[in-house]
Antibody, heavy 121, light 110 residues
Framework: QVQLQESGPGLVRPSQTLSLTCIVSGDSISSRNDYWSWIRQPAGKGLEWIGH???????TYNPSLKSRVTISVDTSKNQFSLKLRSVTAADTAVYYC?????????????WGKGTTVTVSS | QSVLTQPPSASGAPGQRVAISCSGS????????VYWFQQFPGTAPRLLMYKNNQRPSGVPDRFSGSKSGTTASLAISGLRSEDEADYYC???????????FGPGTKVTVL
């Protein structure tokens, strides 16, 4: 059973880059034809899809964040990452990583527990 | 401002049936599959329904999904106290080229 765990700094300064990693355990990320996603949720608010990536393909990003986001997969470390540049307080949220099978990319059936990121000076 | 619309809240007594709507448009719900997620406070969302009306293993058959035109619905029959949670619909939006979520509906068991 695949499990996901987010890791990264809980505090990021405004204008800096938010960097998070999602560690995949229970199976090899390179042996799975899955989509690896990032979703975020500001406190008390709804879910926002950030983007996803197929292990051997190109990422797809939310157009509202596309200019600031990079999602990448590191098969050697069995993890995938999120970088969000030029952050502001509006980027403060719980960030989740999730996976979906290649044949149904919206079926986010495995989620990490989430990590809280606060943007503040 | 989400392109999918959900009522902010829904409630029912134990044993009753509650239905949550998710309204969209031709660029999402009408021509795409709808997904539903359940989220308890302080926890990650859980996939509750996929491809409009398919339940992942482990999801009770008290939960059912449907879709007609630009509106999808999630119904919970035989409401139980452990069903108190936030419920989000989701779909792919062809105009935005993005996955979109509804704003969520908080279900309360009276």
């Amino acid at each position: 059973q695949v499990q996901l765990q987010e890791s990264g700094p809980g505090l990021v300064r405004p204008s800096q880059t938010l960097s998070l990693t999602c560690i995949v355990s229970g199976d090899s990320i390179s042996s799975r034809n899955d989509y690896w996603s990032w979703i975020r949720q500001p406190a008390g608010k709804g879910l926002e899809w950030i983007g996803h990536m197929y292990a051997s393909g190109s990422p797809t990003y939310n157009p509202s964040l596309k200019s600031r986001v990079t999602i990448s997969v590191d098969t050697s470390k069995n993890q995938f990452s999120l970088k969000l540049r030029s952050v502001t307080a509006a980027d403060t949220a719980v960030y989740y990583c999730a996976r979906a099978p290649f044949y149904d990319i919206l079926s986010l059936d495995v989620w990490g527990k989430g990590t809280t990121v606060t943007v503040s000076s | 401002q989400s392109v999918l619309t959900q009522p902010p809240s829904a409630s029912g007594a134990p044993g009753q049936r509650v239905a949550i709507s998710c309204s969209g448009s031709s660029s999402n719900i009408e021509n795409r599959f709808v997904y539903w997620f359940q989220q308890f406070p302080g926890t990650a969302p859980r996939l509750l329904m996929y491809k409009n009306n398919q339940r992942p293993s482990g999801v009770p058959d008290r939960f059912s999904g449907s879709k007609s035109g630009t509106t999808a619905s999630l119904a919970i029959s035989g409401l139980r106290s452990e069903d108190e949670a936030d419920y989000y619909c989701a779909a792919w939006d062809d105009s935005l080229s993005a996955q979109v979520f509804g704003p969520g509906t908080k279900v309360t068991v009276l």
